[in-house]
Structure formats: C-alpha cells, structure tokens
DNA sequence: TTCAACCATCATAAATTGCGATCGATCGCG
DNA sequence: CGCGATCGATCGCAATTTATGATGGTTGAA
C-alpha cells in the first residue's frame, strides 16, 4: 500500500469516476485504473463496483476510505510540522462555529492569526454545536466555537470554557414593549421566538427562565439567528440573542435583562492538534489550558 | 511523500542505526539511505543528524515522526478495516489498565474477545490511570480500564462508568485486628499503606474516610497493590483495595467494611475506534454508550 | 443502430527502487 | 600513532514499478 493508491482511491471515491479522478490527480486514466486494481489485489476486496455507466463505493471501499483519508491528513501533517520545526507554521486550519458566537470576535481573531501564520489555510464551516463536537472528533474541524446546555462539558474533545455575553431580549421596532432594561419575569407573558427545543441555545434561555422562577410560551421554534430575527422583525413575539451578536441587526430594539444569566460558550479541539491548531488555540488563550484530570 | 519512506524513517528513528533499520526493512542499507536522503530533499529539512558514530533525530525529525506514525497506523487500520467489512475483524488492540482492576474480569473478557476475533493481535498495557488517558489520547492504547478521583470524568477521550466492587481493608493474618467485618471509622487509629497521594486510587480511600468523618494516619505510600500487599505482610499496617482484587492475595486477611463506597472505575477510548476496538467495546456493552452530550 | 462515455488492457517508455561494491570518516584499542 | 572495525554516503547497474498512449469492450441514450 503506497499513498499515492490512497490518494487515487480517495479522488476516485469523490468524483465517482475513474477518468476526472486522473485528470485530477494528473496522471492518464489507465494509470489509474492499474495502481487502484493492484491495491484492490493487494487488499483482496475489490472497493469500487464498476458499472460501466457509473462507480460507487463497495462497502469494502467504505470501511476503507475513513482510514485512507485519515491516512492522507496524518502525511501532510507530517510534512507541515516540519516546515513548523522550521519557524513558519504551515498547513491548514478548519474552524467550526455555531453562528452566534458571541464570547470572542472571529473575524478578528482569523484576521490576527493569518498575519501571524500567513501559510496555514484557513476554512471558516458553520454548524450547530453537536454537530461541530462530531466534526471536531472526526478530525474535519480542528477547533469550534459551540453552545452547551449549561453545566455540561463535551464528551471525546478537548475543551476550555469561554465567558461569553449576556442575553438580551431583541423586539422589533413598533413592539409594544417600550423599556430599554426590564426584569426577566416582566416578559413571561410575551410570545417567545427562539431555538428548537433540545439546542444548546435554547437551554440557556430556558435556563434563564426557569432560575427565574417564569413559565413562558414559545410559540415559534427557529434553527438559526437569521430565522430568528426575521420573525422578530414580523413583530411576532421577542427574541433572545448574545448581547454581542444583537448589534448585526440595527434594524432590532434590544432590551436588557435583568437576571439574565451569562451565555456559556466553549471552544473544542481535538486530542491532536496540529502545529496550525497549537498555535490557534494560543492565540485564544488556551494554550496549556483544557482541564487535564488529576493523575490516578 | 510515500509509506515506503515513512517506514524507513520510523525504522532509523527506532534503532538510531541506519544498518539495523535496513536489516528490519528488509533491504539493503544504501536503499534506505537513499529513500530517507530524497524525503529530506522533499521536505527542504533533514530529519537525522549523522555523526559518523551515531544517528539522532534533528528537531525536524522529531517533529515529523508523530504524525508519521499515525500515517502508518491509519494505513494499517485502512487494511483492517476492509477484511472487517468482509466480515472478518483483523488489527491490533491495545488494552491498558491499572493494576488493580475490579469492575470487570479482564482475563476473562480477553479470552471472550479473542475466541470471537482469533485475528486480532491483542497487547495488554499496565499503567496509571492518567497515563493511560494519555495513551489512548495519543493512539497508543485503544481502550483502557482505569480509575478517577470521585465525581470527575476524563477529559478528551470517550468514557463508560463502570461499578467497580467495594474497597476492603487488608492486613496480615496476625494482625492485631480480628473482626471479619468492622465500621470504617473503627479504623481510624491503624497506620495505613495506602497508593501514593494524587492517584486516583488514594482519592477514593480518601474520600471514604472523609465521608465517615475520619482523619486517618498514611505513614506508607507506595506506587502500586504489589508493594501495598507486600508492606502489609509485613504487618506494617492496614491496606486497602478492591474487594474482587484481594482474593488474588490468600495469604492475607479481608476485613470487610461498612460504609466504603463502591470503587468506581472507568472504559475510556478513543474518538476513532477502529473496527478491533468497536468490537470490543460491544462486548463490554458500551456499544453505543458514552454519553453524548445533547445537541445544540 | 449509432454514438458517446467510460473503464480495462496491452505494449512500451520512463522513473523509481533496490542491489552490491566501495569510499571516507570516526572511534576504540593496542 | 597506526590499525581495524563500524557506519553512513555514493555510484553504476539491474529489477521493478509506474506512467503513457492507443485500443477494445460494454453500456445507456439518442
């Protein structure tokens, strides 16, 4: 097994067909096809079916794939640590963020560590918080911004907690409600739009409302901000968003609450970071941070 | 970039001996020479430093190897992978535990795992509990068995809570106590051999005592139950240990305890279990446990 | 039926990898 | 100080591997 095979199998595995997967990767097709049937022998199980009108993955190819990427990550890790021994951190880095991130400025934070390590590439993905904790674990995302429901802590990664804003409650602007600040249970009787019960988002409003000793109706359920605050500006009930990510809509009254309880973001990452990463995670300050167990 | 060359770099770095390497590679010496001269090439830095009587890793070296590791590791787990979707799982596994395992009949359950997968090489590691959350962080062991300090769970790795046995004292056959069966606080008086402080398993005596109200005197520490057993032969004082694990000792006495808690003991694993390590944790029936935490 | 898309196969050329012999440097030892 | 032993680098050559370009067979659509 050479990774030049595994780099074959895996162009083949995304364009599902042998002739673009050459082109690719440079080479002629029948170059191609020869060096995937030689690893085909070698492994005794062949990883695509081919159909002479189209290629699909056999499950053979799918257990294989996983570890043949990981494969391929792992080599071109190798190589950028090594230009990082060297001085200059190279390589890539994938950032996941839920889209409220509201405990650090993101756009700044990239904008300060591309001048810092101008080699590293750089991908921004946006996902709900379970869905970036499985990423981060799968190894696709090697740090993420998230929300959990309160008092919890991300199982399988490697996690520093962030302080993050308050929350404030955003209205639009005609909505009867005319305070600048008011109490959390002064709005018990409002209609509530906010996220889909079991997101981490969701829990701390709840949170917040249940310290307060509040029942509330949520009559509208959203998946995202942007949802979030176009019902609001509709004038359909009131929203709850970070402080700090309230002022994207200008167009939106804030009030603040409170009693309202802080929003907990965390920052993951993986158990092996790479040199990109280790220097992420100093730049935000969690370089030697993570909440190790004590020794048995 | 190639496996050939990743392996020959592994090799040179486990013998610092570029002959012996070879002879491990099955090829002659100036082969190897000459794959690791053109890595070096490609990667503009040389990964060993060659006095003429010795060889040793550069820090571009040391840099690389980790990473080039987990290349190979994932290439052969890619191979097992695929003989496991025919049905047949192969690979390694590498359990770890504490000495002093109580939650599950370890022999046992390897003779079960290995009358079920004959092909899977199985290793078996004995450490510390943190040193093995370590190991399986960094891919060296798949699973482990280990303790933790009350009311904390290990960070960066999955986990399964197992219910461990009860914590027995064990003194030497003439020592000076004579009940089968004594309250915990009854003790207090007796000088004890207890693991050394900040292991897990001295936080759980520990908290034993402290939850019985009880200061108690440690004039031992040792580092493992061996010494333990071997200093309470001695009639030097009182040990303690989980109740299925004393039986290994007939020469000694059990006294049984009211009011010690349960031992709670810990599976950890890695994020990626290959298909070896995913079958064994179906045995062990934390097949899709591990607690996940809820979504966003 | 014809055509176009697509992968396998084959002969051949190019590149890589390995072999064996040898060189030069270094260290220990007498 | 000189000898022998150890060890990695280097070189020419052979074996193997990998890539090329042309061709053929299969299949689905027009």
């Known amino acids: ?44 199980a062949r990883l695509f079916e081919r159909t002479s009108r189209r290629v699909r993955l056999t499950p053979a190819g799918e257990a294989f794939l996983p570890a043949a990427r990981q494969c391929l990550e792992a080599a071109d890790r190798a190589r950028a640590e090594v230009a990082a021994a060297g001085g200059e951190i190279r390589g890539r880095l994938a950032v ?19 001048r810092r390590h101008p080699r590293v590439r750089i991908t921004l993905t946006s996902a ?93 359920e959203v998946s995202s901000a942007d949802f979030m605050v176009d019902l609001v500006r509709q004038g359909l009930g009131v929203g709850m968003l970070p402080a700090a990510y309230a002022p994207r809509f200008p167009d939106l009254r804030v009030i603040r609450l409170r009693g309202a309880p802080a929003r907990v ?15 992420f995670l100093e730049l935000v300050g969690a370089g030697h941070a993570g909440g190790v167990s004590p020794p048995e």
Not at 14 to 42: D, G, P, W
Not at 97 to 114: E, F, G, K, N, W
Request: glycine residues 8%; proline residues 5%; hydrophobic residues 45%.
């Open 1 to 44: 097994m050479e990774l030049q095979q595994l780099r074959y199998v895996v162009a083949v595995a995304e364009t599902l067909n042998f002739t673009r997967a050459a082109e690719r990767c440079r080479v002629v097709q029948s170059a191609l096809s020869h060096q995937i049937a030689a690893l085909e022998r070698e492994l005794g």
């Open 96 to 114: 996941g963020a839920i889209p409220t991130v509201a405990a650090v400025d993101l756009p700044v934070l990239l904008r300060d560590y591309r």
């Open 128 to 220: 709900g918080s379970q869905d970036l904790i499985e990423r981060v674990r799968r190894g696709g995302v090697d740090v993420a911004f998230l929300g959990l429901p309160p008092r919890t802590e991300p199982k399988g990664v490697r996690s520093l907690r962030l302080g993050g804003g308050e929350l404030v409650a955003v209205v639009a602007p005609d909505y009867h409600l005319a305070e600048r600040e008011v109490e959390l249970r002064s709005l018990a009787d409002e209609p509530f739009i906010d996220f889909r019960a079991g997101t981490a988002g969701r829990a701390q409003s709840d949170e917040a409302f249940a310290v307060a000793g509040v029942r509330r109706e949520v009559p509208f």
């Open 265 to 279: 973001e965390h920052l993951v990452w993986d158990n092996r970071p790479s040199s990109a990463t280790r220097a």
